[in-house]
């Protein structure tokens, strides 16, 4: 790198832009991965907060609790096996207004107020070792401030209006803040006084060998884990399949600028590059000495865009869907840094290629 | 006895031009001393560049072996060739050729660094020759800083660096007015003889042949020696 750091402290204005491009690049990862992370969040948190293992829908629902219709008949299948805890639960979105003109969306979850769910979604304040359900709601924490404890909440297209009970950290589901309520209260929400034991899933606790797909066959229900189910959430597939997708194009665009600039500084460079050649420097020697500049301007750009991405993430607001995970900040941060290298070769590969008896002006 | 540092026996250059094959150096001999600076002149495009490509490994003869330091290098790799020149060849440019982003020093330092070997020794080696040169206070000067016979100097100190066998010259003094053309010619006949190395030339200028100890013309593809005859 005896060449290189020197070319990078005289030329110091064009690695400085191209730094610079680099760096947006970074920068403008970081906030990407901030609100893929958000709107995953916003869109699954709840369902990835449930503490079950696998969750079991209507066959070709698709993952969708909107799609799936379960009853006693199904549920008797899945309870009594060894190794395996079957609690139903409902899910349906509503909107809700309270006396005061509040007007809040809903992703209701409807649960056995005795089963492992009411159980192990409690929070300390809500705690009585279970959710405390009849006939009221306990809703997730990012409602407290827009109600209170003791607002009735009417539950809009229906008669009903149901006290507020609790707060809990129950996170959202397809971008909603969930409440949940007894199953007897879901149902009677959702099917009025014909609801014959129907809900919308089967949330699952595997801990030990169990063979769901006899269940399910028996049943002619879907099995799927939890992490499986999150497609299932609205608008989940396409906000993820749409981040990646962007943060595909950044990366390819990327690679294309870094791997530009460096193919145009080896062309400027071709006499210089032909001459280290004369001096009888190896192939290997010149391509580690450009590899080890492009390596300091990518890591110093990246470092840089990533810092300013972090700072401006920390300023977003509750607004917006953002939410900065290290891991993924770091695997965008690595991600950048690998196209930039491979954006490169085209460039490393011409350096191999120089002849050395450029450097000397040949006659013919 | 140790070996002659440069030998060309035979060496033939052919080019291709469409259909036609150019003949550029046909049969050429050449041995060079240590100790001995050799100057070899001829019209322009007589193929004298080709000679000093052909003698320093750059490009292959179509014909005819060149020795390095005794050393047949007609069946080497390009990598093996590559390491030869490292260890026993250096030039200097009709245009000195320095790296802009390198400091007067550096441009020595570089060589070290290439040769795995850029230890204090080396640093103080480089300060040394550029000292000896005449550029002991221009040795953390910029080459955007130098003059051109400044410059020259430099390239000089950095042929001179890796301690090679032979130096190839190609027209060193074309771009200097006669005075710093003389000074430049002078620093290279005196290192040529203190350091014992051979030192062959491409040269335009006929004020400065009397400083060699061999002339020798490029003409109809061969090497004639002139020694005998008058400078002009």
Redesign the interface.
């Given at each position: 790198m005896?060449?290189a750091l020197?070319?990078l402290?005289?030329?110091r204005g064009r690695f400085v832009l191209i730094g610079s491009v680099i760096a947006l690049v970074a920068l403008m990862s970081t906030l990407l991965s901030g609100l893929a992370t958000g709107l995953v969040d916003d869109g699954i948190s709840g369902l990835r907060a449930l503490p079950v293992s696998h969750l079991t829908f209507q066959r070709g629902a698709e993952s969708s609790f909107s799609r799936s219709v379960l009853g006693p008949q199904e549920l008797r299948v899945f309870q009594g096996v060894p190794n395996l805890r079957a609690t139903p639960i409902g899910v349906s979105f509503v909107n809700a207004a309270s006396g005061s003109g509040t007007s809040v969306d809903l992703a209701l979850f409807g649960v056995d107020p005795g089963g492992f769910l009411a159980a192990e979604s409690a929070s300390a304040e809500s705690d009585r070792g279970q959710l405390p359900l009849d006939g009221g709601l306990v809703l997730s924490e990012r409602l407290r401030g827009e109600v209170e404890i003791g607002d009735q909440l009417e539950i809009l297209g229906t008669d009903q209006a149901l006290p507020v009970i609790g707060f809990t950290f129950a996170g959202t589901y397809g971008h909603v803040p969930i409440a949940y309520t007894s199953l007897d209260t879901w149902q009677e929400l959702v099917y009025g006084r014909d609801a014959r034991g129907r809900f919308s899933a089967l949330a699952l606790q595997v801990d030990g060998p169990v063979d769901l797909a006899a269940l399910d066959a028996e049943a002619g229900t879907e099995t799927v884990t939890k992490v499986a189910a999150f497609n299932g959430s609205p608008g989940y597939t396409a906000e993820t399949a749409t981040m990646t997708l962007i943060r595909g194009f950044l990366l390819v665009i990327s690679a294309l600028v870094v791997g530009a600039f460096f193919t145009v500084w080896t062309v400027q460079r071709t006499?210089?590059i032909g001459?280290?050649?004369?001096?009888?420097?190896?192939n290997l020697?010149v391509v580690r000495d450009a590899l080890g500049q492009l390596a300091v301007v990518l890591a110093a750009s990246i470092l840089v865009g990533t810092f300013v991405g972090l700072l401006l993430g920390s300023l977003v607001g509750d607004d917006a869907p953002f939410s900065l995970e290290a891991g993924s900040v770091i695997q965008s941060s690595v991600a950048l840094a690998v196209v930039g290298m491979a954006g490169s070769l085209v460039a490393l590969r011409r350096l191999t290629q120089i002849?050395?008896?450029i450097?000397?002006?040949?006659?013919? | 006895m140790s070996a002659r540092p440069l030998e060309l026996k035979h060496v033939g250059v052919e080019v291709h031009d469409g259909d036609e094959i150019l003949t550029i150096l046909d049969g050429v001999d050449l041995a060079l001393e240590r100790g001995q600076l050799v100057v070899v002149t001829g019209r322009s495009g007589s193929g004298k560049s080709t000679l000093l490509s052909v003698a320093g490994l750059l490009r292959r003869p179509s014909r005819g072996e060149v020795l390095i330091a005794g050393e047949p290098t007609a069946a080497l790799n390009p990598r093996q060739r590559t390491r030869v020149r490292r260890d026993h060849v250096a030039f200097v440019h009709q245009s000195p050729q320095l790296f802009p982003s390198l400091r007067a020093v550096e441009q020595l330092e570089l060589v070290a660094h290439i040769h795995g070997r850029l230890d204090r020794a080396a640093r103080s080696r480089a300060r040394e020759l550029l000292g000896e040169l005449g550029l002991g206070d221009r040795l953390h000067h910029l080459p955007s800083q130098l003059s051109g016979g400044e410059r020259q100097r430099v390239a000089i100190g950095r042929a001179l660096m890796g301690q090679p066998s032979v130096v190839l010259a190609d027209e060193p003094t074309a771009a200097l007015d006669p005075e710093r053309s003389r000074q430049i010619m002078e620093a290279l006949a005196q290192e040529t003889r203190a350091r014992d190395v051979a030192t062959l030339v491409v040269l335009h200028d006929p004020a400065q042949l009397d400083l060699a100890d061999r002339r020798l013309e490029l003409r109809d593809h061969r090497l004639h020696d002139v020694t005998a005859q008058p400078t002009p």
């Open positions: 005896f060449l020197r070319d402290r005289v030329a006499r210089q001459l280290l050649k004369a001096m009888g420097a190896s020697y002849d050395p008896a450097s000397l002006s040949v006659e013919a | -």
